[in-house]
């Protein structure tokens, strides 16, 4: 009988130290820093003649979508388009983005066939854990342009180490093969 009450304090004094423990009061989540678009994203996409690929993310895994634009533009608002997440159509696809919280891109700049996106420090409770799919998405967003092959992150204008698709990190130049296992084709 003693054998079985020691047995029996003994488990509950494991379980009791396990988990996850509690807070005397609730207390405020901040939530991730941005950047968040200035406005909604359109609940439609643009319609015109010209077309820009933006990688959003369904099921983990990157998708590249044409959007229909006006005009082609300039690599800064193909960013911007690409932060702004998906549009109403799009969500009602289960298209959704890893951005958010997970990576404060802040401007980009293309020397010669290479993309240098400048990168925010993040916040600390971004509350985020996919960087790989944040990351993937910008690298297969700018590469997908004519004039892109290659993109590089920066912070404070020195490389940053980001995830590739196998978990690893890398200062260099990366391209869509460093996140294909990601990526569900057209």
């Known amino acids: 009988m003693r054998r079985r009450h020691l047995l029996a304090v003994g488990l509950v004094a494991l379980l009791a130290g396990c988990g996850i423990p509690t807070d005397e009061a609730p207390r405020a989540v901040p939530p991730p820093r941005g950047p968040f678009p200035t406005s909604a994203p359109a609940e439609t996409a643009p319609v015109g003649p010209a ?3 933006l990688c959003l993310v369904r099921d983990n895994r990157i998708v590249p979508v044409l959007r229909r634009v006006e005009r082609s533009r300039g690599i800064e608002d193909q960013l911007r388009h690409l932060l702004s997440g998906p549009t109403g159509a799009e969500r009602d696809a289960d298209l959704t983005s890893a951005l958010p919280g997970a990576v404060n891109a802040a401007g980009v700049t293309v020397t010669g066939t290479q ?12 509350g985020r854990s996919d960087e790989v799919l944040a990351f993937g998405q910008i690298v297969c967003t700018l590469t997908s342009r004519d ?3 290659s993109v590089t992150f920066l912070r404070d204008g020195r490389p940053l180490g ?3 698709a196998d978990g690893s990190l890398s200062e260099q130049p990366l391209t869509r093969t460093d996140y294909a ?4 084709p057209r």
């Open 162 to 164: 980001v995830p590739r």
């Open 181 to 184: 296992p990601l990526i569900t």
């Open 115 to 126: 993309a240098r996106v400048a990168v925010d420090e993040p916040a600390d409770d971004a």
């Open 51 to 53: 077309t820009e690929t």
């Open 147 to 149: 004039d892109v092959t």
